[in-house]
């Protein structure tokens, strides 16, 4: 987030002319690209910083660094339970990443300093609901147990009710039981609608389900709980664009823009909702091209994702060769890009 939008957000959190974020804030907040501005002017040999320039390097896919990073932090002060949890997720990551050999060996890594975690932290969170991913996921050669996944559920339920929502919900689709979910998004937001999780559970779960308008009220009711964050801002968009409200899109997308300057996700949603919708194909393309005009943050939609969708709305207006540059665009920034599909018709059409 640039510095005016900082300001924006004190003003608009705290009454403060300035509220500076700490690396925590902009993690929980997603605001990648400041946690790594924020990092580059700290002291590289700091414990904190290492851990951070792991957190930094995982984001961005640069898994052997990030992991190199964490044993370093975790080396450096072993009693910090930031340090275990980044090396636990990174881990985690490479696991899944890596085949079966290797990715039970990483699997083995990452349930080690998990358990760490929360043997300094009980009730870390996270941690927590890894634990309801892993005991779903992994098999029991390497710990995987489903009865201990309703275990941690349990215990999140004792630490934050909507938290342990979020963990049955997470068993309930493992379990293919479906019809549990909206219950459980429902009690969430009735039991705690000063909840921002809360909202972001059943909006989204009423975006999934079509339901426009209560996923429009959720993620209103969102917003003013954490403004700078882009998510709920994300699911207002794509609301707007089902019930065809244009004027209030327009109005959302500036009001979002004003807060968080640095993710532009919200553009993107609305623009590929219009291109779904197949109407609305100029305003889905000027969303796209906002969306283009910086680096995405990590964890949001590429610019490869971009460029291809720009280039199926390109050839929805029938102008072919534009649309070819768009997918040619996507296809360079993403090789295994499945719009090389889309390139290689729009090209044969073209005749």
């Known amino acids: 987030m640039r510095l005016s939008g900082w300001i924006g957000l004190g003003l608009a959190l705290s009454g403060c002319l300035f509220a500076q974020p700490t690396p925590q804030e902009l993690i929980d907040g997603q605001h990648f690209k400041g946690l790594r501005a924020l990092t580059a002017t700290r002291d590289p040999n700091a414990a904190e910083t290492v851990y951070l320039n792991a957190a930094i390097q995982q984001l961005w896919g640069n898994l052997d660094e990030a992991e190199r990073l964490a044993e370093k932090s975790v080396a450096m002060d072993p009693k910090d339970v930031r340090f275990h949890y980044r090396l636990a997720m990174i ?4 696991a ?33 609901h890894t634990l309801v991913a892993f005991n779903l996921e992994a098999p029991g050669i390497v710990g995987g147990d489903k009865a201990q ?7 999140l339920m004792k630490i934050d009710a909507v938290e342990g929502y979020r ?5 309930a689709r493992a379990e293919k039981h479906e019809d549990r979910v909206e219950g459980y998004a429902r009690r969430a937001v009735a039991e705690h609608p000063e909840s921002y999780e809360a909202h972001l559970l059943l909006g989204n779960w009423c975006a999934e389900q079509k339901k426009w308008d209560e996923a429009e009220r959720e993620a209103r009711a969102a917003i003013p709980l954490h403004p700078d964050r882009a998510a709920p801002s994300t699911l207002l968009a794509a609301a707007l664009v089902w019930e065809s409200k244009w004027s209030e899109l327009d109005a959302a997308l500036e009001a ?8 532009l996700a919200p553009y993107y949603r609305a623009g ?9 194909l100029p305003r889905a393309e000027r969303y796209l091209r906002k969306y283009l005009t910086q680096e995405a943050e990590p964890r949001s939609p590429s ?4 460029h291809w969708k720009l280039g199926l709305v390109l050839e929805q207006q029938g102008r072919k060769t534009e649309a070819v540059a ?15 599909a889309d390139l290689k018709r729009v090209q044969s059409s073209k005749g």
């Open 303 to 306: 610019l490869a994702l971009a």
């Open 326 to 340: 768009e997918l040619q665009a996507a296809v360079k920034l993403d090789p295994g890009s499945a719009a090389k």
């Open 167 to 171: 963990a049955l919900i997470t068993i």
């Open 272 to 280: 590929a909702e219009c291109l779904q919708r197949k109407l609305e």
């Open 91 to 94: 881990e985690g990551e490479k």
């Open 256 to 263: 979002t823009e004003k807060v968080n300057a640095e993710e």
């Open 96 to 128: 899944r990443k890596g085949g079966m050999l290797r990715g039970l060996g990483q699997a083995r890594r990452f349930k080690k300093e998990v358990d760490l975690t929360l043997a300094l932290d009980p009730n870390h969170i996270r941690a927590l």
């Open 149 to 155: 996944a309703r275990a941690f559920a349990e215990r």
